[in-house]
């Protein structure tokens, strides 16, 4: 009889450990309350417009379909009994809670999440980018906000309305604050009664750098490009409140002031899911400072030979690995090959580089040790990117748009698809 082998979560590491046993001799189930994979390197630019949320979301029966020895269940998993063998889900379509399914591997791969430092009252007004809800809303909370500047006013007001507030500097911040720059002058010629190009994008960082975790000379590089962009980048600055109209900060000398916005992002810091905790719960395991639980090098839980964890949701046992998308997917093959041979073997991570996109022929990034920046690291950005999407049809799709972009600066997924409490879209 094949083995019975469940994996918890769509993501990187999910999808690519049940890829990895499309040959195995195993009965593979894949769970999550989502039906579809989300390419999350290029949240931010349905955010901005730059995609729609089709080209960079596919189904994960669509990805799995002719693997035949796998099925995906859609549901969400609220409990784990390790010694029973089985994992606890609420199912999504039907409504039925607290079905047992069965395995003789797990696989536990739930991410993460970002983190409001304790603050979760500020969620509401600064949505975060992980997600596909997330980049919707901002991108209809941008988009909006172009809309109600057009229609004010007053000065005070309109500009509010134009000044949008990026916190945390790390890969996913950065890009969004240039794009976000980059958007208010595509839209210059569309709007009679504002100049887009007025509006003011803030990058906070509580650091002394942006893109801390590149080696230099890269950040200072990307904050010149992100300057020269018109993005004004607050280092050694941290927020302290955010409400609907306006976020406080406060400078590492103690002076506080209160900056009026009225659009927000979340890009700051991360915790794993919840999953990681209930995990660590059921089998008597510890986590760390951001919620991830402590696996062994072979990415088994301690003292659980049948049971995996990986990606963000994980730290693995005297490895620090950064919470990046190569990181997740290598675990995910890496899994795959264990459960297959059947050999728990520590898992070794191939780091092939960084790179970040700040706008327009802009970038920074390492390939191997090598440092690039400019036009050379964002064609590379742009081409891996490309090679890492799933479906053809999705690479075209996203080419095409990327080219049409270059040519004429053009954003053509604008579309706001729901009424806001800051406006009404039809």
Known sequence: MPQRVVVVGGGFGGVLAARGLRRADVD??????????????????????????????VPLR????????????????????????HVVVDHVPNGARGVELPYDVLVVAGGARYSYFGHDEWAPYAPELKSLDGALDLRDRILLAFEAA?????????????TFVVVGA???GVEMAGQIAELAHALRREFRNVDTRTARVLLIEATEHVLGAFPDPLPRKAERQLRSL??????????????????????????????????????????????????????????????????????????????????????VRGHPYHGVAPVAMQQ?????????????????????????????????????????SGFVAWALWLG???????GVQNRLLVLTRWTFAYLTRGRGARVIHRSSDRGTAT
Do not use: C
């Open 28 to 57: 593979v189930t894949l769970v999550d309350r989502q039906n579809f994979y989300l390419f999350q390197p290029l949240v931010y630019q349905v955010a901005t417009g730059a995609l729609s949320s089709a080209e960079i979301a």
């Open 384 to 390: 891996i990117h490309i090679f890492y999407l799933i």
């Open 150 to 162: 057009d229609a004010e006013h007053d000065e005070a007001a309109r500009s509010a309305w134009l």
């Open 230 to 315: 018109g993005v004004t980048v607050l280092l050694g600055t941290t927020v302290v409140d955010i409400d609907a109209a306006s976020v406080e900060v406060q400078e590492h000398s103690g002076e506080r002031r209160r900056v009026p916005a009225r659009t927000a992002v979340w890009a700051a810091g991360v915790t794993a899911s919840a999953l990681a905790g209930r995990l660590a719960e059921a089998a008597g395991g510890e986590t760390d400072g951001a919620g991830r639980i402590v696996v062994e090098p072979d990415l088994t839980v301690p003292g659980r030979s049948d049971v995996f964890a990986l990606g963000d949701m994980v730290s």
């Open 332 to 372: 995910g093959r890496h899994v795959a090959r264990s459960i297959r041979t059947g050999r728990r073997e520590p898992f070794r991570y191939r780091d092939k580089g960084e790179l970040a996109t700040i706008g327009r022929a802009r970038a920074v990034g390492t390939v191997k040790g090598v440092k690039l």
């Open 170 to 172: 790390g890969p996913t």
């Open 62 to 85: 669509q990805i799995l379909r002719r693997q035949t020895n796998t099925r995906v269940l859609l549901g969400e998993v609220v409990g784990f009994d390790l010694d029973a063998r």
